[in-house]
Nanobody, 117 residues
């Protein structure tokens, strides 16, 4: 079983920055990709960014391109989301997702990001 733990959320004013972290632990696993999603109450979870374990390729949602940067430290089994120029509409619960080589998806419990205007 794999556990994902997110951290780094908080409250910040518009224009500010936060860095989210997601660390994976548990029994032996093989990772294809790590992603960040976000969700507002009553809304569907939406894709933010993904990074692929091999090669480090990345993709971003249009709404965060140029402001957010995803990165990984494979030695620490950790993925980061650097969020700059934050806007009130970035306010959400942010979730980390792992897609494994066994085609299994794991989710963390989330970390709250609140951006005030």
């Amino acid at each position: 079983q794999v556990q994902l733990v997110e951290s780094g959320g908080g409250s910040v004013q518009a224009g500010g920055s936060l860095r989210l972290s997601c660390t994976a632990s548990g029994s032996a696993y093989c990772t294809v990709s790590m992603s960040w999603y976000r969700q507002l109450p009553g809304k569907e979870r939406e894709f933010v960014s993904v990074i692929y374990r091999r090669g480090g390729g990345t993709t971003y949602a249009d709404s965060v391109k140029g402001r957010f940067t995803i990165s990984q430290d494979n030695a620490k089994n950790t993925v980061y989301l650097q969020m700059n120029s934050l806007k009130p509409e970035d306010t959400a619960m942010y979730y980390c997702k792992m897609y494994s080589c066994a085609a299994t998806t794991y989710w963390g419990r989330g970390t709250q990001v609140t951006v005030s205007s």
